[in-house]
């Protein structure tokens, strides 16, 4: 619709700056203005003068409810008004009749001063102004409701609709399973046959295909496909992990990139790592990257085995095969191919317990 110009109104209202499912009200206007097929869209009202349009079509910032289609039906009018309850949601007219307006009641009233006939079109059940914050809850319900359906009407098998909340802005492949409880938020992009959730948090980030994500939080970061998080992790800080990944239960991940085939299966934490493929970090493992003042870097090669309860502390330099064993901590760089352990020496007295215990070592009761 090249000839119309499209105001939206009512933007000085309190509520109008309510951001509801990730946009304002103003957006969630323009957005359906938008898919109606007008392009030229004004937030405010100004006087160009510049006659280029044929139209003008007005929206409240208040009536974020008001679908492409109506506003398709609403253009094709000469003079009309999408209302509800005597309300005008949106105002159609030609492009000279109105041509100072701070809201819809003030362009409706331009309207009809001029003596023009304006036919009013009443909405559906569905129109509700953003009047209060009961009113946004309502509206957001509504909302939620038609994204949810257009996600599932694209393949996206979302279980608990109710209980979901997936920004308008993300993309989902088809097959995918949203279970209960998930918020996924921005530009996120979800590929095709996953498992999200449940209670499970994604912001601006990339999921590849056939990956699940259990119970775990993720924020600007990228997964590969064929991968496992959770549950219980937490990925963070513009992480990049590759394919065929295992990060289990309690494990964290700030701004590393981790390569093909690498597992780390529970409560291990590696922030500011460059990990290569097919690397083991076990339990309890411990990028040490931060020492008080400076963050620094972690490099571990290909294949290499990370015994558990280990300390890797930055910066330091792991090779290729390298396999360091369980409760070693390591603070210089180790070659390709080498065997590294870092325990101190036990000191044992047989017998020395009974004085901690207050037992008797012969008998076993306590003295």
């Keep these: ?25 103003a957006e969630w206007a323009a957005e359906a203005v938008r898919r109606a097929g007008i392009d030229d869209i004004i ?13 003008a079509l007005f929206i409240s910032a208040l009536a974020p409810l008001v679908t492409p289609e109506a506003i398709r039906a609403l253009a094709a009018q000469s003079c009309a008004a999408l209302v509800s309850d005597g309300r005008a949601a949106a105002l159609v007219c030609c492009g000279a009749a109105v041509s100072s307006a701070p809201d819809m009641d003030g362009a409706l009233a331009a309207l009809e001063g001029q003596s023009h006939s304006v036919e009013r079109i009443e909405c559906d059940d569905q129109m509700i102004f953003l009047d209060g914050y009961a009113q946004k809850i309502e509206i957001s ?13 694209n393949g996206v098998d979302i279980r608990d609709p109710y209980n979901t909340t ?21 530009d996120t992009k979800i ?27 993720i924020y600007d970061s990228r997964i590969g ?32 990139d981790i390569g093909d085939g690498t597992k780390m299966a529970h409560l291990a934490y590696c922030g500011d790592a460059k990990v ?13 990257n931060y020492d008080g003042k400076n963050k620094s870097l972690t490099e571990i090669g290909d294949g290499a085995f990370i015994g558990s309860n ?12 390298v396999f360091i064993a369980a409760g070693s901590t390591i603070a210089g760089d180790l070659p390709d191919g080498a065997f590294a352990i870092a325990r101190s020496k036990p000191y044992v007295k047989e017998g020395g317990a009974y004085k901690y215990l207050k037992k008797d070592g012969k008998t076993g009761k306590e003295t």
């Design 43 to 55: 937030f405010g009202m100004e006087t160009d003068g510049d006659g280029a349009y044929k139209k």
């Design 141 to 153: 319900n509504i909302l939620r409701s038609r994204i949810m359906a257009a996600y599932m009407a």
């Design 1 to 25: 619709m090249q000839d119309v110009k499209a105001f939206i109104l009512d933007n000085a209202s309190e509520m109008s700056h309510q951001k509801i499912l990730e946009r304002t009200p």
């Design 191 to 217: 590929g095709r046959d996953c498992l999200i959730g449940p209670m499970s948090v994604i912001c601006g980030s990339v999921i590849g295909d056939r990956t699940t994500v259990n119970a775990s939080q």
């Design 310 to 321: 280990s300390n890797l502390v930055a910066p330091v330099k792991i090779g290729a095969d």
């Design 276 to 288: 290569g493929e097919r690397v083991n970090l076990g339990c309890g493992t411990i990028v040490v």
């Design 225 to 256: 496909d064929d991968c496992t998080v959770g549950p219980f992790a937490h990925i963070r800080g513009h992480a990049r992990l590759g394919n065929h990944l295992r990060v289990g239960n309690f494990v964290e991940i700030k701004k590393s």
């Design 166 to 186: 997936i920004s308008p802005d993300a993309e989902i492949g088809r097959g995918t399973v949203i279970l209960p409880g998930c918020l996924i938020s921005g």
